[in-house]
């Protein structure tokens, strides 16, 4: 019986580097690592011979200096004599507080947007592509700075709302809307004020539970618990009893008119709000498609397999449409999120003080760190991206289809 | 007919006429019951919409219609108005070289239109496929043509550069048939040094006798909307090469070639143009050979391209991935190589799936580009916001400006989209 064994293999060759696919790819691997070490190298020589011939050096002391600005917009208190770096902290927040508000806005826009997009009421659906069409093909910053000129030039100034024939009136009373900001009603803390908080918060994790043991309930004994009820229930009324039992501690700070402007309550900054409204509806017009295709993309099929099975209107979109077009939104909806945050950034061109005014602008240019500054700029958006594409890998692993 | 008791008293021997649908179902009124007042609800949105519609347009449509055309400053847009809230236009009519061409000199404009009409006889080829392919030869010179229609200066610069790119092609044609890849690399080493060794002392001494050569402009002069057309044209069509690079590179199989292609998509996606912009502006010098000091514009385009490479490659990898993976293995089965099996069989298929998304980069990035306005360039809301607002005859006039602006955007952005749509029922090629 004849045995066929394996040919010889021949000698190891020089050229099998590069024409045998077994070591080609090691080799291109290897080539293509050595550029960009040596492309990097290159950088970062050239950069060290820059600043050697400028005298400069690589240090971050200067976030421990005094910065010696004034930001008009902070969430924690920041005074003149502070240092560069608890500026750069103040930006942070203010990032974070715009993207927040930009964000659920958008949100809301959006998911209005689209659905109504889809409507069978022609006028509305029209109006809403005409929507969606003029924001999405006109660039941010121009919708920024409309906005703000909106907030600056075409509301009236303080002094409008002053003596007997006053041209501008506060909205219910309550709110001012002028050139050097909005005024709103601020909340009051006092004494006791953090147990009412304290049970509106305990009584959200109460329906939370509630829900839960409705489900176990459900699946268990077959048994439907009135849900929505329970919950608005459980909502309003241990949090109005506790209000009330403390007597009243949470109060209303409502802006007044005093000398040239108004005192008492809330300032909310005009750039804040041109920022905030210009992001939220430009990228709420991005949801909008976003939404409209989620449920474009669940086939009619489902909801006819769902009515079939006797399922009514409210509980067929609540427990098979949604949740499937959940599946395509939120994606494209995170990503979304992510945009939004990033396009924050153009904070820079009205002047609100967020990361890139801050750290990006005032202490770039006062103290000429530019290297330094821009650096930890990028870190900063970075690990704002790595970490919303984090819970987005999470989610979708999550929301999966689980294939054979 | 008729016998006995089955007498029938009447037969209708031939159908009825079809009769005319009601009045409450078909035509205008019809179409007004189905589609705006089908139910309560539906009647107090579309109302309620009317309403809107009417408030905006009775906002808006005065404000333009009686708006002052013929003024020399805000002031006396002011008078001629007498109180009457109304746009003043005078200022786009007064302005608009500089909105267009920013500092661009006057008497040049007619270079920029035709570098600008050029630009759509040489997209014409790659847009309609019904066209000539001839005229892809156009196509090709284009870059160089435009170049030097721009910025003027010697012709001799861009036929060499251009020399350079045949150079590139005669080593890649004479190599293909041993490696695709091998035979990129040698043209891309051989262009390469073509440019740097011989294209400035051929180009002076061409140029010595033979002038042929425009008037230079520097690219500072250059401003207003031609900026973002710049940026804009050159990031999408540097980007889509380099994207799809990145993007193979990302679905590789060699582990460094990925981790390479996935931190630069990564690094770029996850931080703002804005700070790239930044880069460009302030910090590229710092990373080139001391005493190099390299146009503006041209660190700007090179930034941009990078930035919208990266978003390029995700666009293409959606591509990649929603191919079947029989298509992969079809390539392999007929003993194609990886190049050939790229180019043949999988970008082909990929590229198409993923048209909307690489449009839909394009216009994204052709809007960001307003954003060299924040590191003083002078694009077309640079130049709104700096000289003509700062100015004192235009001081405040913001809403004309932006509006025109915003249009002038509109109407490519759009008509880009439009295109695209058009483009994706072209090349539908599955039944539905």
Redesign the interface.
């Known amino acids: 019986m004849a045995s066929i064994s394996d040919p010889a293999q021949p000698a190891f060759r020089l050229s099998m580097l590069v024409n045998d696919t077994r070591y080609r790819g090691i080799t291109f691997q290897i080539i293509a690592f050595l550029a960009i070490v040596f492309f990097f190298g290159w950088l970062i020589w050239n950069a060290t011979q820059n600043l050697a011939a400028l005298g400069q050096d690589i240090s971050y002391k200067f976030l421990g200096e005094q910065a010696g600005y004034d930001i008009n917009q902070q969430l924690i208190p920041f005074v003149s004599t502070d240092t560069h770096f608890r500026a750069a902290m103040v930006g942070i927040l203010n990032t974070l507080l715009v993207a927040f508000l930009g964000c659920i806005t958008a949100t809301i826009i959006g998911v209005v947007v689209g659905v109504l997009r889809l409507s069978k009421n022609w006028l509305v659906a029209k109006v809403m592509s005409v929507y969606v069409e003029i924001f999405r093909n006109v660039p941010v910053l121009i919708w920024i700075l409309i906005i703000f000129s909106v907030m600056s030039n075409a509301l009236p100034s303080p002094r409008d709302f002053r003596g007997d024939n006053a041209t501008a009136s506060m909205v219910f009373d309550a709110m001012a809307f002028t050139n050097r900001g909005v005024y709103v009603p601020g909340p009051v803390w006092e004494a006791g004020s953090g147990i009412v908080v304290a049970v509106f918060l305990a009584s959200i994790v109460g329906i939370f539970f509630l829900r839960r043991y409705a489900t176990k309930l459900l699946y268990d004994t077959g048994r439907e618990l009135p849900v929505l009820q329970l919950s608005l229930g459980l909502f309003f009324v241990p949090a109005l009893i506790a209000y009330f039992v403390m007597g009243s501690p949470i109060g209303l700070d409502y802006p007044e008119l005093k000398g040239f402007n108004f005192q008492g309550g809330l300032k909310v900054q005009g750039t804040l709000i041109a920022l905030w409204w210009a992001l939220a509806l430009y990228t709420g017009a991005f949801i909008a498609e976003n939404v409209r295709a989620g449920i474009l993309a669940v086939s009619k099929g489902q909801t006819e397999a769902a009515a079939a099975l006797g399922l009514r209107p409210g509980k067929i979109m609540r427990l098979v449409v949604l949740p499937q077009a959940l599946r395509v939104i939120i994606p494209p909806l995170i990503s979304q999120y992510l945009n939004l945050t990033k396009n924050s950034s153009l904070a820079a061109a009205i002047g609100y003080m967020d990361i890139t005014g801050t750290l990006g602008g005032i202490t770039l240019n006062q103290t000429g760190r530019s290297f330094e500054a821009v650096l930890l700029l990028m870190l900063f958006y970075l690990m704002i991206s790595l970490a919303i594409s984090g819970v987005m890998n999470l989610y979708n692993n999550a929301v999966k289809l689980k294939e054979r | 007919m008729s016998q006995g008791d089955h007498s029938v008293a009447f037969v209708r021997h031939d159908p009825l006429p079809p009769q005319a649908p009601p009045v409450s179902q078909a035509g205008v009124i019809g179409w007004l019951r189905t589609?705006?007042f089908?139910s309560i609800g539906?009647s107090i949105?579309?109302l309620i919409?009317?309403y809107?519609?009417y408030a905006l347009l009775a906002a808006i449509v005065p404000w333009i219609a009686n708006g002052v055309w013929d003024a020399s400053s805000i002031r006396e847009c002011r008078e001629q108005l007498q109180g009457v809230n109304a746009a003043c236009w005078a200022v786009i009519e007064e302005r608009w070289p500089q909105l267009v061409f920013g500092n661009y000199p006057p008497e040049h404009y007619g270079r920029a239109v035709l570098a600008f009409v050029l630009l759509f006889v040489a997209l014409a080829p790659v847009l309609y496929f019904g066209l000539p392919r001839k005229m892809l030869w156009f196509t090709g010179l284009y870059p160089f043509l435009a170049y030097w229609l721009i910025w003027g200066g010697t012709l001799w610069i861009p036929i060499m550069a251009l020399v350079g790119v045949v150079v590139g092609f005669v080593v890649f044609r004479l190599l293909e048939e041993k490696s695709f890849f091998?035979a990129m690399v040698a043209a891309l080493a051989a262009a390469l040094a073509f440019w740097i060794v011989l294209t400035a002392p051929l180009a002076e001494a061409l140029a010595g006798v033979l002038p042929l050569a425009l008037t230079p402009v520097a690219s500072r002069e250059i401003g207003g909307f031609m900026i973002n057309f710049i940026l804009g044209t050159s990031g999408i069509a540097l980007s889509l090469p380099l994207g799809i690079m990145l993007a193979l590179g990302r679905q590789s199989?060699?582990?460094?070639?990925k981790m390479?292609c996935v931190i630069f998509i990564?690094?770029v996606?996850?931080?703002?143009?804005?700070?790239l912009l930044?880069?460009a502006s302030?910090?590229l010098?710092?990373?080139?050979?001391?005493g190099t000091n390299f146009d503006l514009m041209l660190r700007v385009i090179i930034m941009v391209t990078l930035f919208a490479a990266a978003y390029m490659a995700e666009a293409i990898r959606g591509g990649l991935a929603a191919l079947p993976k029989g298509q992969y293995e079809a390539g392999d089965s007929l003993g194609l190589d990886y190049w050939q099996k790229m180019r043949l069989i999988v970008l082909p298929q990929a590229l198409k799936i993923s048209i909307p998304s690489i449009v839909n980069i394009a216009?994204g990035l052709f809007?960001?580009t307003?954003?060299v306005?924040?590191i003083s360039m002078f694009d077309v809301?640079g130049m709104i916001?700096g000289p003509i607002l700062s100015s004192t005859e235009w001081f405040?006039v913001?809403?004309e400006l932006?509006?025109f602006?915003?249009v002038l955007?509109?109407v490519f952005?759009?008509g880009i989209?439009q295109y695209s749509q058009w483009l994706e029922r072209k090349l539908a090629t599955d039944h539905r």
């Open positions: 589609n705006l089908s539906n949105m579309t919409t009317l809107v519609i091998g199989t060699l582990p460094i070639i390479i990564e690094f996606r996850g931080v703002p143009l804005i700070t930044f880069v302030v910090m010098a710092y990373f080139l050979p001391p216009i809007k960001d307003t954003l306005s924040i809301i916001r405040g913001y809403w932006l509006g602006a915003g955007f509109f952005c759009y989209s």
